[in-house]
Structure formats: C-alpha cells, structure tokens
C-alpha cells in the first residue's frame, strides 16, 4: 500500500485510513470487540496502517481498543489519530483531554490530533490551538488538523499555527466539500482525510428502499437515510452497479476508489466492524479507474449531491 504525506507534516497516511467509530460501540449498533480487534488487525497486516478514532467514540473505547489491537506492532509504523472533543476544548483542558487518550491508547504520543468540531461555547480558536502548539513541541502530538470547518474557520485557525489535515465527510453522495475547502486545501498544502466514504453502507449496495433501521442505530436518523434522499442515493448505487461490474469490483471497492483519485484528498477514512468488511474494502487499493470512467461516475454522483440541501453534517438534518 502507498502512502503519502499530510501537508506540510512529515506524517504520513496509508492511502486508506480504518474508521474506528463503529467499534466504539456508539452510533452503530452490533459491535463485538473480538471482532472489531481482528478487523483492526486484518486492515495493519494489509498495509492500512492508519488508524482513526476519537475519544467521543465510546469515551475511550474505541481507543482502548485501537490500543489493545495493535499491542506488538511497531509503533513507528502506524499513524495514529484522535480527536479533541468540544467539551475539552478551553486552553487549560487540552492537555488533560489529550492525556486521556494517550490513556486510552496506552501511547506516548499521537500522530495526528484534531480538534473535532468547531466550538459551539465559543471558545477562541486562538486558544485552543495555542494549547496544541504548546502538545506538538512537547511531543505529545505530532500535527494537527481540523474537522468539520468551513473554509473561514479553517483560514481563522491557520493564523495561530500550523493545519496539515482537515477531516471532512466526502463520498459519492455527499459532497459539499467541492464548495470551498477543497481548493483551498489543494491551494495551500493542507492535506485532506474525508469521512463517511461508503455513505455509512449505503455504497455497498447493501441496502434496498424497504432497508431499516433500529431507533438506537444513528443512521435511523441520518438525513440521507430519510425520504426522498435515501432513494435518490439508492438510484446513485443502481447507476454505478454496470461501473462495478466492469472492473469486477464490489460497488464498496468502487466508491473508495473513485474518492482515492479525486484530486485533493489524500486518502478515504472507511469505516468496519469486522474482517470481511476489510477485506473487502481493501481491495480499492488493487485497481485504477480510467479517466473516463472516473469522470462518467463524478457526473452520475454530481447529480444526486449538488441539488442536496445544505445539511448541518451527515447525521443531522439542522
Ligand atoms: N470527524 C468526524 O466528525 C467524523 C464523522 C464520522 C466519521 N468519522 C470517521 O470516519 C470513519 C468512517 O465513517 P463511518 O464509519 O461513519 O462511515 P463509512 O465508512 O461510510 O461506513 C462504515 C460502515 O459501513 C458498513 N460497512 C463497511 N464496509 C462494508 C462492506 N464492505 N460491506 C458492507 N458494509 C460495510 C459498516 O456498518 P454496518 O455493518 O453496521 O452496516 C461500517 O461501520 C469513522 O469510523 C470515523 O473514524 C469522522
């Protein structure tokens, strides 16, 4: 498996990044940590050697098991990320947050911390990034990127120091991103690692009209899983099923694939829960779309995810 470089960092990604939200237990339903640690294992001893979590999943769970499923691997090898979470986020609680997930992960140091989500208490920027320049010279992280920020306060951030990474929801079926960030990102060396790549399932082709879901499941509320979205996403998934079967790929190989070529991002988080799903979905590593098809499937996806309206995030509607 490749790598590449996240910005302006010497931190490198695996051209695919294991989602480790599921495992946490929280959102989805049906996680088995026995399973979600042979997962983690499956994608390491494949080459997808970064892994994404963050303390909100599972406060600490989906951490401690990131750390319990690569106890033994060379730590040098991996890219590990993790999320400040917005409750922590004041000057003086960065330090304490990031100690907890060093905890949690049993590490000394994190490749990669975000700050999850912009502050709704409005805490200056300035602050808490003031407090993870002070993580970075100590060593306790080694970059830092954002998620979920608009392109103003991605620029506001950058005033008080150094973003190699953002971390936004991108895939075939939700794509505001093209809006702004992205160029700007591409502009200025700031390296993108996108979420929600298989549309939490919907890309696999799994899932049919008549598909639901339990109340405590999230994507029984998610705003693509509602009408008529759903069927305009599920109408996406037929339109790519003749691209699929050309390249003798499954449609989850296909839609990681497509966002593993789009200029400017450096590399699809994609989520699982066991080893099949990894296997699966490694596969997108294997084969290259040709330029035209690339293109025909970016016209397909257009379709659908430029007349969506402007959701707050994937998983709510306001
Ligand atoms: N920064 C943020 O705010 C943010 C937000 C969301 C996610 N993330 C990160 O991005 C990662 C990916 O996003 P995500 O997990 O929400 O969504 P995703 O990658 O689009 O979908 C993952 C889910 O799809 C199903 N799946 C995966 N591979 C499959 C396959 N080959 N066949 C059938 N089903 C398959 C699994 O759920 P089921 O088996 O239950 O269907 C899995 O949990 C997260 O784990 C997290 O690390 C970050």
Known sequence: MNTKQLGKSNVKVSDQIFGCWAIGGTYFTGAEDEKSIAAIREAVDHGITSLDTAYIYGNGHSEQIVGQAVKGYDREKLTIITKLWKTWMAKDLVETACDQS???????????YFIHYPSDTGVPIADTMEALMKLKEKGKIR???VSNFSKDQLMEA???????????????????????????????????????TLAQGILTGKFNKDTR????????RAPLFQSPYFEGALDVVDRLRPFAQKYDVTLAQLSIRWVMQKEGITAPIVGAKSPAQVQDNRKASSFVLSDSDFAAIDEISKAFAYQLPRFKTFFTAK
């Open 158 to 196: 950058c005033k008080y120091g150094q973003i190699d990474v953002i971390q936004p929801c991108y895939s075939l079926v939700w794509r505001f991103l093209d809006l702004e960030e992205m160029d700007y990102c591409i502009q200025n060396q700031i390296g993108i690692i996108s979420y929600c």
């Open 102 to 112: 060093l905890k949690a992960l049993d590490m000394d140091y994190i490749d990669v």
């Open 143 to 145: 970059c830092i990127g």
């Open 213 to 220: 879901f339990s109340k405590e499941d999230g994507r029984s």
